[in-house]
């Protein structure tokens, strides 16, 4: 119960705020705006399932939004200027992805370097990277990309539900079922609980460590496909800053930065608050897009100390339990 | 402290000079410097000259890095404080503007400090609420636009001089000493020092943890502003989207470079701007050298990549210069 607090608040802030919309604006209460929302958002969802695996490890990866614009650059150059097929260049650049994320969590865990410091590194080396490749915006007009956007299933009240969006919706079950279900899931959890302890229980820590990092920049380059197929386009400053935004929503779903906690609904839920405030500002048309980090940061910090108060609440009663005995 | 720095400080003084070398040869005229309108100019000027916002904020960030923290906001609060100064200027007079901007940072750095020291929330977390929110105050400050004034005094921090030094490279000199008066010339540092290493040993020893994190978080506020300050001199107006941007990346690279240890208990003022001068070197050398600006990153992650290799605890036994990898690491 204690547990799934943070995810109940979370769920009930965005229902509250979306009943508080709707009230407002007569016309937000429609398919079509709930469907723009989860396209909209697509890109920010699915790197938002690799950061919740990493921050539930105890980690952090600052490097998904250079590896997104990385993603969206190399698609433009390998499909425009190669003449690659589309679906070769999206396997290549996963492959590239993935290799790069392993990279970063061969070193946080061969090196015992904080995680913050390497995905630093990782977040100059695929900005860098993009910049070399191209500074400037180049569009993409393959076939694909001029129809798959635009293929959509639709709902009465004018919603579509877009492919974009059904791929990030798969992701999130995917993701939840590879959380919650699987052996990688707990061992994930048993990390960013005590990684020492975990070690000893025998659980390879190195392994699980790499794999985390790639998962989170693999999704990172599937999500950079996405918003490349959102754009029409490849730019190498594209998704500047989306790893805090991703982060923000994260902890706004209810997911302990400390590591340990957390469930990937709560994060499906924090994105959509961002997405929410987002329309909201959108909706109003007087307010400027800035109240948007405002209103991020200010949530941020309302359920960061929620989860503060939380903690403590726990440890002081664990303590009188163990009636002497100070846990570690 | 300014006696132990030349024997503590070797690698980066080496690498600085290094660069500065490489610098002179891919652009015979970089040591040229000549004396002009009471004001040195020159290569080399400018990379201390283009280098004293990230030199300011790595002084705040060494403090705070010692107490095993981190700010991330300090781009942000940049920003803000540049935000204050550009808007007040030109309607106010100068102290009032200068009074503002260094107020709104103090008030930074306090909030930082209160949800560290006392909700103890993590710094990485507690500051990153500042960094998403602090970019949002400041372009509510400017309403969104680039904020542009013309008062000579507040554009003497961009473009001024003080016995023919540029005004900022001054201002990180005064910042400087100031810093390490208070520091090193008290039990201060020691303290901090202490509070970084073992925190809850410290308490017990009767150090004032609590005081000194939240002090180490007001100072780290105070020289974001200050940077801030001297950024919106430099281009006579206030940009909140970018002003800062990235900065507090550069910062935390720079005092890594300076030999700190992110794990806390160690500092180093001088070579915390030692570092934030390395960062700038090779920023300038690329510029001459005819690469694109764009290398710049790549040069950063290498170098990042290269001080993580150096300080890793996993290598220090395995390294052949055992004994001077341990002795750099102690100091």
């Not at chain 1, 390879?204 to 920049?217: E, F, K, M, Q």
């Not at chain 2, 806390?264 to 690329?286: C, D, E, H, K, Y």
Request: hydrophobic fraction near 55%.
């Amino acid at each position: 119960m204690n547990r799934l607090l943070p995810v109940l608040v979370t769920t009930a802030v965005f229902l509250i705020g979306f009943a508080l919309c709707c009230l407002q604006f007569p016309n937000f209460l429609s398919t079509r705006v709930v469907f723009n929302l989860l396209t909209d958002n697509a890109f920010l969802g699915i790197v938002a399932v690799g950061m919740t695996f990493v921050i539930i490890s105890g980690g952090i990866d600052l490097s998904v939004g250079s590896v997104i614009g990385f993603t969206t650059v190399f698609l433009a150059l390998a499909i425009q200027r190669a003449g690659l097929p589309p679906l070769v260049a999206f396997a290549l650049v996963l492959v590239v992805c993935a290799a790069f994320g392993a990279a970063m969590g061969a070193v946080i865990h061969h090196l015992e370097m904080p995680p913050f410091i390497v995905t630093l590194a990782g977040m100059f080396l695929a900005r860098g990277a993009s910049f070399l490749l191209s500074t400037e915006s180049i569009p993409i007009d393959a076939a694909l990309y001029t129809d798959l956007p635009d293929a959509a299933i639709r709902l009465p009240g004018g919603g579509r539900l877009t492919v974009i969006a059904m791929i990030m919706l798969a992701v999130f079950v995917a993701g939840g079922l590879l959380l919650h279900v699987t052996r990688f899931g707990a061992t994930v959890y048993a990390l960013g609980g005590n990684r020492t302890a975990t070690a000893l229980m025998g659980v390879r820590v190195g392994r699980t460590t790499i794999l985390i990092y790639t998962l989170s920049s693999l999704l990172a380059g599937l999500s950079g496909i996405v918003f490349s197929l959102y754009t029409s386009s490849g730019n190498s400053l594209a998704a500047t800053g989306v790893e805090l935004d991703t982060i923000a929503a994260v902890v706004i779903g209810g997911t302990l930065l400390t590591g340990g906690q957390g469930f990937m609904f709560g994060t499906f839920i924090g994105v959509l608050i961002q997405g929410l405030i987002a329309t909201y500002i959108t909706f109003d048309g007087t307010l400027s897009s800035w109240w948007t980090k405002i209103a991020t940061g200010v949530l941020l910090f309302a359920f960061i100390a929620f989860q503060q108060s939380m903690v403590g609440l726990a440890g002081r009663r664990s303590r009188r339990r163990a009636a002497g005995v100070a846990p570690a | 402290m300014a006696l132990r720095l030349p024997r503590a400080g070797t690698p980066q003084i080496l690498a600085f000079l290094a660069i500065l070398a490489v610098n002179w040869v891919v652009s015979p005229q970089f040591f040229d410097t000549r004396f002009q309108d009471g004001r040195l100019f020159g290569s080399l000027v400018d990379v201390f000259n283009r280098g004293a916002p990230v030199a300011l904020l790595s002084i705040g960030m060494a403090l705070v890095i010692a107490t095993r923290g981190i700010d991330l906001s300090v781009g942000a609060v940049m920003a803000i404080c540049g935000a204050v100064a550009a808007s007040l200027a030109d309607s106010h007079p100068l102290p009032v503007a200068l009074g503002a901007a260094l107020g709104a940072g103090l008030l930074c750095g306090l909030w930082n400090g209160l949800l560290v020291a006392v909700l103890g929330i993590q710094p990485i977390v507690a500051t990153l609420i500042l960094m998403v929110a602090g970019r949002g105050i400041a372009q509510l400050i400017t309403e969104g636009r680039i904020v542009t004034f013309s008062d000579p005094g507040l554009a003497w921090f961009g473009g001024g001089s003080v016995l023919g030094v540029p005004a900022a490279v001054a201002v990180v000199f005064g910042m400087l000493l100031l810093t390490v008066a208070l520091v090193r010339g008290t039990a201060l540092g020691l303290m901090i020092e202490a509070t970084g290493g073992n925190a809850r040993a410290s308490a017990l020893a009767g150090v004032g943890t609590r005081a000194m994190t939240l002090a180490v978080y007001i100072w780290c506020g105070l020289c974001a502003s200050l940077a801030g300050i001297v950024a919106a001199a430099d281009i006579r107006g206030a940009d909140a989207n970018n002003a800062g941007l990235w900065l507090e990346l550069d910062a935390v690279l720079a005092v890594v470079i300076g030999g700190a240890s992110l794990f806390g208990g160690r500092f180093s003022l001088g070579l915390a701007v030692l570092g934030a001068l390395i960062i700038q070197a090779m920023n300038t050398g690329i510029l001459l050298s005819g690469f694109p600006p764009e290398f710049n990153l790549i040069v950063k992650a290498v170098v990042v990549l290269a001080v993580l290799l150096v300080q890793s605890p996993a290598l220090v036994g395995i390294l052949p210069s055992r004994q001077w990898g341990r002795s750099w690491r102690r100091r």
